[in-house]
């Protein structure tokens, strides 16, 4: 039976590797190994866990991956060279299965402007390197950089050649959004057809959402060109545009079984929890309107829907909304809950802490943003959790506490209190507003220069009580980076939120951005 001939469709994420390459998206160890784990809690075949040889950080962050995740392969990036694959190699070991996904441009633009490569040398390069990356693993996956602009012929030598050397699967890169759904599936239906022994490797799909067709490519991709792969990332999230949204690919598969005859392994139970999770660590806000994870994806305000749907809910809906993790904001604890009821509730969502004493400083935490919030809703716990990892790795800067004073035709005056490697100072600043006054406090000691590129305020909850979730992107020569903060102050999320994209800045951790 032909490779492609499967009824199963691979998921294959790539939001800890392409989605973070977001400008502002970068995400420390301990982040990537939370969401690595939360998308084995979805069931994703193939975790794409970073780029190895772009940092020490992200090789370090792929090999505890690695080491953690079971039931999902779990894949390195790498150009094309040994090093790269070495690399990937070395941070994949521990790995119970893994994959080496290596890559190298052959579109004419590409191999003259930036590899500066004549064809045969990239071919040869090519080769090569899956050849190479086949004494380590014999799961290698190997992607045409830019392979929607490429010529025809040259394409089909490439991966007939590498295909050979024993290249798996054969990832069809549409790395600048060029792509058109029937003109993209006819080009990997071409490339499967003319290509001897195309039947010897799955094919994937891996599109950008340039022109807001990275869904309809990779499902054109699917039915016309064969692939039984899609790449694809948590919210859509990734460079420019953005990746090929998981939650929509999956759904469309699900829910118009009946055109693409095609399972999926994801537990869709879990998609708005994991969307919710990549959200709140990236900072990136979900829109209202977003397919299947949007806050009004299942709202009805119209009173002609409202009435169908009071009827027979499958007059407006095509899904359900528990199908994919909706429920109502479900008030889970309060304040005189014990830590047993906090650590099953902990396990429920997901969230595994590595020690006692870690569970212990939640819960403290737990307690206190009981003492002064009645309702705590499931969301709250997540932030509160994320807020305590966050803070813990990021030791350099530290929030201890903040007064403010401000009132109709005075200036706001505030006054903060952190840590700086452990030793407390406090600062006082003036500015337009409550929010400004505190950014200037905290500028008066650290004298950052970084510039101020997106404040975001978002309620985590319903309710004047609801915890503000706040972002803060800066910037800094040439490095974007986004700091969260949540509390039911705003004030204190802001504060909480600069500090921590402030800690990103002193990592100093620079990466290569190798884009697919």
Same mark, same amino acid.
């Given at each position: 039976?032909?490779?492609?001939?499967?009824?199963?469709?691979?998921?294959?994420?790539?939001?800890?590797?392409?989605?973070?390459?977001?400008?502002?998206?970068?995400?420390?160890?301990?982040?990537?190994?939370?969401?690595?784990?939360?998308?084995?809690?979805?069931?994703?075949?193939?975790?794409?866990?970073?780029?190895?040889?772009?940092?020490?950080?992200?090789?370090?962050?792929?090999?505890?991956?690695?080491?953690?995740?079971?039931?999902?392969?779990?894949?390195?990036?790498?150009?094309?060279?040994?090093?790269?694959?070495?690399?990937?190699?070395?941070?994949?070991?521990?790995?119970?299965?893994?994959?080496?996904?290596?890559?190298?441009?052959?579109?004419?633009?590409?191999?003259?402007?930036?590899?500066?490569?004549?064809?045969?040398?990239?071919?040869?390069?090519?080769?090569?390197?899956?050849?190479?990356?086949?004494?380590?693993?014999?799961?290698?996956?190997?992607?045409?950089?830019?392979?929607?602009?490429?010529?025809?012929?040259?394409?089909?030598?490439?991966?007939?050649?590498?295909?050979?050397?024993?290249?798996?699967?054969?990832?069809?890169?549409?790395?600048?959004?060029?792509?058109?759904?029937?003109?993209?599936?006819?080009?990997?239906?071409?490339?499967?057809?003319?290509?001897?022994?195309?039947?010897?490797?799955?094919?994937?799909?891996?599109?950008?959402?340039?022109?807001?067709?990275?869904?309809?490519?990779?499902?054109?991709?699917?039915?016309?060109?064969?692939?039984?792969?899609?790449?694809?990332?948590?919210?859509?999230?990734?460079?420019?545009?953005?990746?090929?949204?998981?939650?929509?690919?999956?759904?469309?598969?699900?829910?118009?079984?009946?055109? =693409?005859?095609?399972?999926?392994?994801?537990?869709? *139970?879990?998609?708005?929890?994991? !969307? $919710?999770? &990549?959200?709140? +660590?990236? @900072?990136?806000?979900?829109?209202?309107?977003?397919?299947?994870?949007?806050?009004?994806?299942?709202?009805?305000?119209?009173?002609?829907?409202?009435?169908?749907?009071?009827?027979?809910?499958?007059?407006?809906?095509?899904?359900?909304?528990?199908?994919?993790?909706?429920?109502?904001?479900?008030?889970?604890?309060?304040?005189?809950?014990?830590?047993?009821?906090?650590?099953?509730?902990?396990?429920?969502?997901?969230?595994?802490?590595?020690?006692?004493?870690?569970?212990?400083?939640?819960?403290?935490?737990?307690?206190?943003?009981?003492?002064?919030?009645?309702?705590?809703?499931?969301?709250?716990?997540?932030?509160?959790?994320?807020?305590?990892?966050?803070?813990?790795?990021?030791?350099?800067?530290? =929030?201890?506490?903040?007064?403010?004073?401000?009132? *109709?035709?005075?200036?706001?005056? !505030? $006054?903060? &209190?952190?840590? +700086?490697? @452990?030793?407390?100072?406090?600062?006082?600043?003036?500015?337009?507003?409550?929010?400004?006054?505190?950014?200037?406090?905290?500028?008066?000691?650290?004298?950052?220069?970084?510039?101020?590129?997106?404040?975001?305020?978002?309620?985590?909850?319903?309710?004047?009580?609801?915890?503000?979730?706040?972002?803060?992107?800066?910037?800094?020569?040439?490095?974007?980076?986004?700091?969260?903060?949540?509390?039911?102050?705003?004030?204190?999320?802001?504060?909480?939120?600069?500090?921590?994209?402030?800690?990103?800045?002193?990592?100093?951790?620079?990466?290569?951005?190798?884009?697919?």
């Amino acid at each position: 039976m032909a490779a492609n001939s499967s009824d199963k469709l691979i998921i294959f994420d790539t939001t800890l590797r392409d989605g973070e390459q977001s400008p502002g998206a970068s995400m420390t160890k301990e982040e990537k190994i939370r969401i690595a784990r939360q998308l084995e809690r979805l069931r994703v075949d193939v975790i794409e866990a970073g780029f190895a040889a772009s940092s020490q950080g992200d090789f370090e962050a792929i090999r505890a991956i690695a080491g953690l995740i079971k039931d999902s392969t779990v894949c390195s990036l790498s150009r094309a060279n040994d090093r790269d694959i070495s690399r990937a190699a070395e941070a994949l070991a521990p790995a119970a299965r893994k994959r080496i996904h290596t890559f190298i441009a052959t579109s004419p633009l590409h191999m003259e402007k930036k590899l500066r490569m004549s064809p045969e040398q990239v071919l040869e390069q090519a080769k090569q390197a899956v050849r190479f990356a086949r004494q380590f693993t014999d799961d290698v996956e190997f992607s045409p950089e830019d392979g929607s602009r490429s010529d025809m012929d040259f394409l089909c030598r490439v991966l007939e050649t590498v295909i050979a050397e024993g290249a798996t699967t054969i990832n069809f890169a549409d790395t600048v959004g060029y792509g058109v759904p029937e003109l993209y599936g006819n080009m990997l239906k071409t490339l499967r057809e003319r290509i001897p022994n195309s039947d010897k490797a799955i094919w994937s799909v891996h599109c950008h959402n340039d022109l807001g067709m990275a869904v309809a490519n990779s499902l054109a991709g699917v039915m016309i060109g064969g692939a039984r792969q899609v790449e694809c990332t948590i919210n859509g999230l990734g460079e420019r545009a953005g990746n090929t949204a998981l939650e929509e690919v999956v759904m469309a598969v699900r829910t118009r079984r009946d055109y =693409f005859n095609l399972d999926v392994g994801i537990d869709t *139970t879990q998609i708005v929890s994991t !969307s $919710k999770l &990549v959200s709140q +660590i990236t @900072g990136f806000v979900v829109q209202p309107n977003k397919s299947v994870v949007g806050a009004n994806a299942f709202a009805h305000a119209s009173g002609i829907h409202q009435d169908g749907v009071l009827k027979a809910r499958d007059t407006y809906e095509i899904m359900r909304a528990e199908d994919v993790g909706w429920s109502a904001n479900k008030i889970v604890l309060g304040k005189l809950s014990g830590r047993n009821a906090f650590k099953q509730r902990l396990q429920e969502l997901g969230i595994q802490l590595d020690s006692e004493a870690e569970v212990n400083a939640a819960f403290s935490r737990f307690k206190d943003l009981a003492d002064r919030k009645a309702e705590i809703f499931d969301e709250d716990i997540m932030a509160l959790v994320a807020d305590e990892q966050q803070s813990r790795e990021s030791e350099h800067y530290r =929030f201890v506490s903040l007064a403010q004073h401000s009132e *109709t035709g005075e200036q706001p005056v !505030s $006054k903060v &209190v952190f840590s +700086i490697d @452990g030793k407390e100072i406090a600062s006082e600043g003036q500015g337009n507003g409550p929010v400004d006054a505190t950014v200037n406090a905290i500028e008066a000691r650290v004298a950052s220069g970084a510039e101020l590129l997106l404040f975001s305020v978002n309620a985590i909850t319903t309710g004047t009580q609801s915890q503000g979730e706040v972002t803060m992107r800066l910037s800094k020569s040439g490095r974007i980076v986004n700091g969260v903060g949540a509390d039911p102050d705003i004030v204190v999320a802001s504060a909480k939120a600069y500090l921590s994209a402030l800690n990103k800045l002193h990592s100093e951790v620079e990466k290569l951005n190798p884009q697919l």
